[in-house]
């Protein structure tokens, strides 16, 4: 490979031999290797041992978004991962860079985005016996209970191999994310050029298919042709799985409602006749077979139990997961179906032909006329134009221009600000909404929008509650430099869940949940050339929203939400546990 051969130093006392020799080194076999499997793109920060690495591929003519922070680097290169099936790379130094980026290792693995956290680190013979390295820390060790895979590469003629295995790892079965240690010494190590490309490896088939078994689609078809209230629903890994058109087919086809979970809104539209988002309680109380499609039974669908669910074992479960362990995670599967969620899906349809009884018309005028009703409550709400706004008025502006801008990419966390937007905001595109996922984490906010940015070319949208923001922040820099269209609008609350509470001793210090009063973001991104808009009525957010998605300029909208407005953890204050003592 040419171009690994060129930019080598020569090393400092080279053999007459090997100073003829074309040579290459570390560095630039990392740079070949992820170039060679299609990857062009790095999230990180610079700083020992790898500053020049991040030169060298910018050089070499990757793209290399430097941040403020690792943890918003590995969050953009782990929703890099999710928006295009090919693993997102962080780079960061040694120890605390390492750690930075660790949160967002370990919030990917969890909600299986495809990323490769490289991290340089110091010299082994020091950090094995503990002699005190600059920046010293047993980094594998840290990092392989939090992730995938974990692999170190001492030998320049193993990176080809080990950047291969990590992208095998990250994309193949489950997605997730795979730590690659990178010793500095590496970097500088010399090898034959011509033997340099040889060791490069270009991945075949990353992610296989897996074929779901005949017997297993037949049994899925059985149970769910036995239905009387069937209901789909479709989880993350349905969007991640790029598998539009044939999920589009599969619903339409059998007209069984569903259900988007969170990032899986827009997969089809939220308005979607057969969607029963605006019915949600009822159709999980009270539907009879439901078919999971890339969707886990975990804490966010009350895993598949409890008073959420209806009558103990009235329902049947069938579920599409590529990971055979995650049936019969929480309830009973009684039909597994093991497999990539486009085979699975595929199969369905075609056992199914032409030969579908429909879905009972009962159970669908039974789910219209709660949508109806849900919707016409809600809509008041919506379209008041006070100020302070509340959450629910400033939403219905926000909702107004997604519908007109279908094609931005929603970013979204905070308590009340993330879980009353889930449901305001109709999406109508696939992975368009990207947020706080499994983890309910905060501090995805910027690096989200940012890689969004970077990967889709759209225009994005970061609506943050006022404490979200804070978690990431510091990147309207980054937005700033890179000139990216993104708009990020801060629901300023005064505080955590709501800004009203007071120190109940009295005293000086604020209570723990609220922030200094009145704040203005909109400051902040003015700081670095952005523009900045401070708003009160949902009039003024819809100009000041418009106005930055035209211009694709980098914005911040400070929106005033009324102080007491949000409830405490938004919609999900009932895991907060409970002193008995406070009652006395
Ligand atoms: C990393 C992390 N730290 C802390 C939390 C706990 N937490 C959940 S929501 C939230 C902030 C909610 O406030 P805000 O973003 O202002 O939303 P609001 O309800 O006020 O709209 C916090 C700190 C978390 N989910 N993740
Ligand atoms: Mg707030």
Redesign the pocket.
Known sequence: MAEAAVRAKTPETPTSQEAQQELTDGFHLVIDALKLNGINTIYGVPGIPITDLGRMAQAAGMRVISFRHEQNAGNAAAIAGFLTRKPGICLTVSAPGFLNGL?ALANATTNCFPMILISGSSEREIVDLQQGDYEEMDQLAIAKPLCKAAFRVLHAADIGIAVARAIRAALSGRPGGVYLDLPAKLFSQVMNADAGARSLVKVTDPAPAQLPAPGAVKRALDVLKGAKRPLIILGKGAAYAQADDAIRVLIEKTGIPFLAMSMAKGLLPDTHPQSAGAARSTVLKDADVVLLIGARLNWLLSHGKGKTWGEAGSKKFIQIDIDPKEMDSNVHTTAPLVGDIESCVSALIEAIGSAWPGTPADWVDAINARKSENIAKMAPRLMKNSAPMD?HSALGALRTIIKQRPDAILVN???????LARGIIDMYAPRRRLD?GS?????IGMGFAIAAAVETGKPVLAV??????G?SGMEVETICRYKLPVCIVV?N?N?????TDANPTGGADPATTVFVKDARYDKIIEAFGGNGAHVTTPDELTRAVNKAMESGQPTLINAV?DPAA?SE??RIGNLNPQSVLRKK
């Open positions: 949160t959450f966390e905070g308590a009340n600000t993330l879980d706080v983890w309910g984490v905060m501090g943050e509650g006022d404490s979200a923001f978690f629901f609350n505080g955590i869940y709501r800004g939400i949000g953890s938004g």
